[in-house]
């Protein structure tokens, strides 16, 4: 079965702390994964992929094939990251046409 | 560019009516999909449109339905109403589908309200 799980759905950090939110999922053929965020009254929006390995807002995901892990990582917590946070997959089992959701984690900076 | 556009933004029906979610894509895109995303939860896949042919379908009962137009928007359909379709109904866009799938952008949804 293909299913993206978010263990958390709450988690408060204070300003500066490291964060990493976690994301574990299911797929038997070859994934393709993803975090969107969505910050206070605005559009989900693609935050990054890890086909692309890049950092973004001081973000980095790695992709644990052996532990079936993606998680978000970011060392240094702003203010401006609290937001909403899902992570995404897709892939070859359904042509890359289907993007499964996780729960989503709620991300809150202390100041 | 005006991002991808969802009409109407809020919406009220009665349970047994028949509702019409409208979508348009970024210039360009030619691939739509539809989301439904029920309150605490996840975004759940409904549809995914490429050159106006379905090339993905979620586990949804057949009361939901779309369809892509020769401009690339696109309209999701339900019938019957339950009390269970409200949700917020999201539409995202992409230039490619398939592993040349950068990823969507999103628009702001529908909110619809089954009472």
């Known amino acids: 079965a293909q299913r993206v799980t978010q263990p958390e759905k709450l988690l408060s950090v204070f300003k500066g702390a490291p964060v990493e939110l976690k994301c574990n999922y299911s797929y038997s053929g070859s994934p393709e994964l993803f975090w969107y965020v969505q910050y206070s009254r605005q559009r989900l929006q693609l935050l990054l992929r890890h086909i692309s390995r890049e950092s973004i807002k001081g973000f980095t995901a790695d992709l644990n094939k052996g532990e079936t892990s993606f998680h978000l990582k970011k060392p240094f917590a702003q203010e401006e990251d609290s937001a909403m946070y899902y992570c995404?997959?897709?892939?070859?089992?359904?042509?890359?046409?289907?993007?499964?959701f996780g729960p989503g984690t709620s991300l809150s900076v202390i100041p | 560019d005006a991002g991808v556009t969802q009409s109407p933004t809020h919406l009220i029906k009665t349970r047994g009516q028949h509702v019409t979610l409208r979508c348009s894509p970024i210039s360009g895109h030619k691939s739509v999909s539809w989301y439904q995303q029920v309150l605490g939860q996840g975004p759940q896949f409904i549809f995914q449109y490429y050159e106006k042919e379905e090339r993905g379908r979620g586990n949804f009962p057949d009361r939901f339905s779309a369809r892509q137009f020769p401009n690339y928007s696109s309209e999701l359909n339900v019938n019957a109403l339950l009390l269970g379709d409200s949700a917020l109904y999201l539409c995202?866009?992409?230039?490619?589908?398939?592993?040349?799938?950068?990823?969507?952008?999103f628009g702001s949804g529908t909110r619809l309200t089954v009472v």
């Open positions: 995202a866009s992409s230039a490619a589908r398939g592993s040349f799938n950068y990823g969507y952008t």
């Open positions: 995404a997959l897709s892939g070859s089992e359904t042509s890359y046409d289907k993007v499964i």
